[in-house]
């Protein structure tokens, strides 16, 4: 997402004007509901009976109900937490996948914000001032439950959500999580390293930046660097006419002179601010500080700085924006020093990072700068070599700090007012996502031992990093129990806790390229000549005015019955619906079952690949316009398997002419859960023991939060309370 001079406008008037917040409510009431992401409950009940897990142990049996929780179909967070956040099945909140395609031109797009072309604009001064479009919006199509609790007069505080960027204005205070970016509007953040190793090069890519780099050592004591950080693109800088340079070196083939005017175009739009690196006492006793504008981040070797800020000149320098990072001293000789993604300040956020706006700095008062993007605990940085084992162990453990630091500040909120907390942590999902392959021989990604020394539970190896993580969000239950204890004696009355997950966990060894399946079925049908897919994935290519060109791309669409786009889905290319469809409704159904029976007997190793393949209007309910964009099948894939991201993406890798289409997964990304629902079932926990009515969906839960405030609950909601 691009920040333009219009957003920087409407942000600016925001400002000026009066903002609505849950503060001011108060409620007898007081519910807790703890969402860990990830959290598995065979896991769970494993590390509880292996003595891990005190706090935990002491709420199971004391009386809870523990059961496991029907997570969505498909599994995977953006859709899990919006049957949450609405209380509705994606048949009618419109979230299908991470991933969504765009039926105007096969292209991938976010399923979680939905955005507005550009329309009129004014050209002046070189840049292109946005008079109309360019609006960004949540895509979930039902309104969330603080929404409607909120203004039902319940007090609703929601400390991170996955999947609620960018924020509805609401009466109660929000803040958003997972698909909330950067400044410059990387979904996942855009980290740096500055290294001098010398078995590495530079290399940029739309999450990493890695910058080969000399010191200046010519004063032994003191060694020097000077570079620069990025801010977001300056994209109302007028570029038109490079732009018709490089369509017209494409038209000529030049493939050269294109990606060299590409670059000047990057250039051209490219914001940076510059930053000095000093190194002291560098062969004794080394400190790094980082100099930016005249204020200091310091760390000492190994450590983490403090937040500092920084601020990057848009509109040629005309308005400034600012923005916070951080900084880890990796190593002085070789130097190496590596940054966080730059987050928006809080203080002065350049689009609305919470509700109400104060928000923010109001957090940011109590603990200080924070992440705000979602997936802040590196994942990528990880799974591109940016850091080591012990770095992205380290960043997620100052995630986590942060967020119990966060749950007390909420904790404090509804001690004063009452009402609903949320509060969400990440962390234990990443590090099963990424550090599954060093606690199981049998994956196909393997890595040096090694062993983390960081608190809590210092000296365990990188094979017991998932049993660390579990503990350590014991840890914050425990802390959470005591506070609520607390609270109790003092207003006299019980508060609920529930604690609840999205879904579970299970190994990824082997990933199947879908699109090349498809095509070595006679799916997918490639132009002759081609073998897999370029730049463009399966999307045709777009004009000066970026509208599809008929007939472009790799592939032969007029030949076509079926692609996949996303890490669940195939979807059928249909008459009316696909930009250049030709599969009827009359002809839709025995596709359907042919591609279903092919599935269904697909098998690696002796193993199904498959243990459901379901129609999307089996297991999704709703309006027709929303349930209609849904991937017309649904892919259940066995434990062990999964959709390769280049497939996810949209991408034909060219397997399928040596008929391969399943392949190792040898990566650090090396557990998942986007596989059959049943396989990888969530966790719920209710403090209260009560029994459940139904077994748990998490759409019940949500229906029970207004059941719990005695509130009706809205009648197109899917879910019923438990009790």
């Not at 999964?642 to 090396?670: K, M």
Request: aromatic share 8%.
């Amino acid at each position: 997402m691009k920040l333009s001079l219009k957003l920087a406008a409407l942000v600016a008037l925001s400002l000026l004007l009066p903002a609505c917040g849950g503060g001011e409510k108060q409620s007898d009431t007081r519910v807790v509901v703890f969402g860990v992401d990830g959290l598995d409950p065979e896991m769970l009940q494993e590390r509880i009976d292996r003595g891990m897990m005190p706090n935990f142990k002491k709420l199971v049996e004391s009386g809870a109900n523990f059961q496991s929780l029907q997570t969505s179909w498909p599994p995977q967070s953006p859709v899990a937490w919006s049957n949450f956040i609405s209380g509705t099945n994606p048949g009618k909140h419109g979230l299908y996948d991470f991933i969504h395609v765009d039926r105007k031109t096969y292209g991938i797009g976010s399923s979680m914000i939905e955005s507005d072309p550009v329309g009129m604009e004014l050209t002046l001064f070189g840049f292109d001032i946005p008079l109309t479009g360019g609006d960004v919006r949540s895509s979930r199509k039902a309104p969330a439950f603080w929404e409607s609790m909120s203004a039902d007069g319940v007090p609703v505080f929601v400390h991170r959500m996955p999947a609620s960027y960018p924020l509805v204005e609401s009466d109660a205070v929000v803040f958003p999580d997972m698909g909330t970016p950067d400044l410059t509007g990387a979904a996942s953040g855009v980290s740096y390293l500055w290294t001098e190793d010398s078995a590495k090069s530079s290399k940029t890519t739309d999450s990493t930046r890695m910058e080969k780099v000399k010191l200046n050592r010519r004063r032994p004591e003191l060694w020097k660097l000077a570079t620069k950080m990025y801010g977001p693109d300056d994209t109302p800088v007028n570029v038109d006419g490079l732009k018709a340079e490089q369509r017209a070196a494409e038209e000529a083939h030049d493939n050269t002179r294109a990606n060299q005017v590409a670059v000047e175009i990057k250039k051209a739009q490219e914001v940076s601010t510059p930053i000095t690196f000093l190194i002291d006492d560098p062969e004794g006793t080394p400190m790094l500080a980082v100099e930016i504008e005249g204020a200091y981040a310091v760390a000492g070797l190994g450590e983490w700085s403090n937040w500092v800020k920084i601020e990057f000149g848009m509109l040629g320098g005309l308005m400034p924006i600012s923005g916070y990072t951080r900084f880890r001293f990796m190593s002085a000789e070789p130097f190496e020093v590596y940054a966080v993604p730059v987050q928006y300040d809080p203080y002065s956020p350049a689009s609305p990072i919470s509700s109400p706006d104060e928000a923010a700095a109001d957090l940011a008062d109590a603990i200080g700068p924070y992440f705000v993007q979602g997936f802040a605990d590196a994942y990528k940085s990880y799974k591109s070599e940016i850091l080591d084992t012990d770095g992205f162990i380290d960043e997620s453990d100052m995630v986590v700090r942060e967020r119990t630091k966060m749950m007390h500040y909420g904790l404090d909120q509804i001690d004063e007012a009452g009402g609903l907390l949320f509060l969400y942590t990440g962390s234990l999902d990443m590090r099963c996502h990424m550090l599954w392959h060093a606690t199981d021989d049998a994956h196909p990604h393997q890595e040096a031992p090694g062993t983390y020394h960081g608190k809590p539970f210092d000296g365990m190896t990188f094979e017991q990093q998932i049993d660390r993580i579990y503990m350590q969000v014991d840890v914050m239950l425990g802390e959470m129990v005591a506070r609520i204890d607390e609270m109790e004696a003092e207003h006299g009355s019980p508060i609920e806790l529930i604690v609840m997950s999205d879904h579970g966990f299970a190994p990824f060894y082997r990933k199947m390229h879908v699109n090349d399946w498809l095509v070595k079925e006679g799916y997918l049908v490639m132009k002759e000549g081609k073998t897999e897919t370029g730049a463009h994935g399966l999307g045709l290519e777009l004009d000066e005015n970026d509208q599809p060109i008929p007939g472009s791309g790799d592939i032969d669409w007029s030949k076509s019955t079926a692609y996949c786009i996303g890490f669940n889905g195939i979807i059928l290319n249909r008459v009316d619906r696909e930009p250049e469809g030709i599969v009827t409704d009359a002809q839709a159904d025995a596709l359907l079952d042919e591609i279903t029976s092919k599935l269904v007997a697909l098998s690696d190793g002796g193993q199904p690949v498959f243990t459901n393949v379901k129609r999307a209007t089996e297991v999704f309910h709703g309006p027709e316009d929303i349930v209609s964009l849904a991937p017309d099948l649904q892919l259940g894939f066995n434990v062990g398997f999964g959709a390769s991201d280049e497939c996810a993406a949209g991408g034909v890798v060219g397997t399928w002419e040596q008929g391969e289409f399943i392949v190792d997964n040898d990566s650090r990304w090396s557990g998942s859960h986007l596989m059959d629902p049943e396989l990888v079932r969530g966790t719920i926990i209710a403090e209260s023991g009560k029994p459940f009515s139904k077994d748990p969906a998490l759409e019940d839960i949500t229906a029970t939060l207004y059941s719990l405030f005695g509130l009706s609950v809205p009648e197109d909601m899917d879910g019923e309370p438990l009790y």
